[in-house]
């Protein structure tokens, strides 16, 4: 959830002086542009993932202060809620064998993160919503006790100023109020990381927003939420009213939502950071005592505190970062569309797809997102979330007339977009052996039409046919999830269904 930050309240004044330094924060990062300040490229790529805990019964356990000290690890860390942990694995060069060096570095953690878990009766779960979450789960007494997120929960309440409403119609419709933000925690993500350089950034960007519809579409999973059935991949409507600081009357005059597609394609990374001061408001008001300016005057590079903060709480699907290495400014690409799990190897074969895919449409002489309106993408990205893998996208035409056309998401991937990933990862220099085995995982998917969502919704609908309540039929898919998931063979190999020792509920 970004920076540590320690809680304390906020007088009339602090917005307003929190506004002047973030001013001062975006002219330091145009003059660091201007200067070109900044790392030169490195081809380093980074993976964040969300975790859940359960019981042997598969809902949710609120122990993550538990589990982590037992961890001792800084690799691990707390996020939302006490159900959830988020595991970061260090930056690796995108060459070679580096999908393989991941899986084997991901195993070794999550085993051992899980075996931790389990000294408290509690297990790993990687996985976009957890079926078994009730809304008594997603309360604010379960947000874990840090105080950045008890802070952003008092202050986006206080934006808010009323109970935020879930209305999400899917193949099932759930209405209902949360009086915290604690139901955000239910989507846990996969953030994929890619350092570049700032005359890269904007196409890499822009090639990130036109393929995030194709990532959700071959990798969504998460279909259920609070017992019902929604959306193949529910994070997206689930994100964004669940930190909607906006009551009915700004959304009708057009307000932005705070969790945001966006609504145009860039130029420079320059844009996004300008576009969080424009539109958005600050929620956490709390000012360094760095001077940017003078920082820069002196030679120096800023640390920006304030524009790093207040960008960490405008929650867009492809993000845009600032960091310092080694005293080194750099810029990356912070992708967060997609789901966490089902298994290590499908999570790799996820970030191939999205790094290679990225690598070729930025160099496009004729980008995509030249012949794609924005709306478009946006329009693409909601009728990916809906429908999954079944989903129909716009695309530009191939040839020289131009124009766009519908097209089936599974015959994009396969005719299109897989090549250009495999053409991507050459050119990052990736082992060929390493790029057929994980872009063959997202082949496979699509030729099978099986991703997690879809292997979730049949698993689910079999254990009904069996005679299993609802509430078990969810438990029993979660159990049987965990246990595939740990067995580690990619999704669309898992058989549909409960095993006969399975006890009807």
């Known amino acids: ?25 975006l002219r330091g990062l145009e ?8 790392d030169r490229p490195k081809n380093l790529m980074g993976l964040e993932i969300e975790l859940n805990l359960t019981g042997a019964d598969g809902t949710p356990k ?33 060459a070679g064998r580096v999908f393989d060096r991941l899986a084997e570095e991901l195993r070794t953690s999550l085993a051992y993160a899980d075996r931790k878990a389990r000294e408290v009766d509690a297990g790993i779960v990687m996985i976009g919503i957890l079926p078994t979450l009730d809304r008594d789960d997603l309360v604010s007494t379960n947000l874990s006790d840090v105080d950045r997120y008890a802070l952003l929960n008092d202050q986006i309440v206080a934006a808010r100023g009323e109970d935020f409403l879930l209305d999400i119609a899917g193949v099932e419709h759930l209405r209902c109020t949360s009086r915290s933000i604690a139901p955000e925690a239910a989507c846990t993500s996969v953030q994929l990381h890619l350092q570049v350089t700032p005359g890269r ?36 409507p689930l994100f964004q009213q669940s930190t909607d600081t906006r009551p009915p009357e ?25 576009e969080n001061l424009r539109f958005f408001p600050a929620l956490l008001p709390i000012c360094d005592d760095e001077n940017p300016l003078e920082v820069l005057d002196a030679g120096g590079t800023p640390k920006l505190a304030e524009l790093v903060l207040h960008n960490g709480t405008v929650y867009r699907w492809n993000r845009p970062v600032y ?13 967060r569309v997609l789901p966490a799990g089902p298994t290590v190897t499908d999570v790799l074969a996820n970030a191939a797809f999205f790094y290679g895919v990225v690598r070729a449409l930025g160099e496009e002489s004729r980008p995509v997102w030249s012949r794609l309106p924005f709306g478009t993408a946006a329009a693409n990205f909601e009728a990916a979330s809906r429908h999954g893998i079944d989903a129909r996208l716009i695309w530009p035409r191939r040839g020289r007339y131009g124009g766009t056309t519908e097209v089936d ?59 299993l309540s609802r509430e078990a039929a969810l438990a029993a898919t979660t159990k049987r999830y965990r246990e595939l998931m740990h067995h580690g063979e990619p999704v669309h190999t898992w058989p549909v269904g409960l095993p006969e020792t399975v006890p009807l509920g």
Not at 1 to 16: H, I, N, T
Not at 436 to 465: K, M, P
């Open 409 to 467: 998401a599974v015959s994009l991937v396969r005719d299109e977009l897989l090549p250009l990933a495999e053409a991507g990862l050459d050119a990052w220099g990736v082992d060929p052996a390493d790029r057929d085995l994980y872009l063959g995982v997202i082949d496979e998917r699509c030729r099978r039409r099986v991703n997690g969502a879809a292997w979730q919704s049949a698993t689910f609908h079999r254990a009904l046919e069996t005679g």
């Open 323 to 335: 960091g310092i290495a080694d005293g080194v400014p750099h810029l990356r690409v912070e992708n």
């Open 201 to 236: 950034f904007a196409a890499v960007w822009n090639a990130a927003q036109a393929v995030a519809a194709a990532q959700i579409a071959v990798g969504a999973n998460s279909p259920f939420l609070f017992g019902r059935e929604l959306w193949c991949e529910s994070r997206p």
């Open 62 to 94: 609120m122990l993550n202060a538990q589990v982590l000290e037992r961890i001792a690890s800084r690799d691990f860390q707390t996020e939302l809620a006490m159900f959830n942990l988020e595991v970061n694995i260090a930056p690796h060069r995108l």
């Open 250 to 274: 700004l959304q009708a005059q057009g307000v932005r939502p705070r969790t945001w597609f966006g609504e145009r394609w860039i130029s420079s990374a320059f844009d996004l950071f300008e």
């Open 1 to 25: 959830m970004g920076e540590k930050v320690v809680a304390g309240g906020f007088d009339l004044s602090d917005r307003q002086r929190y506004r002047g330094k973030l001013r001062e924060c």
């Open 31 to 38: 003059r660091l542009l201007a200067e070109r300040r900044f």
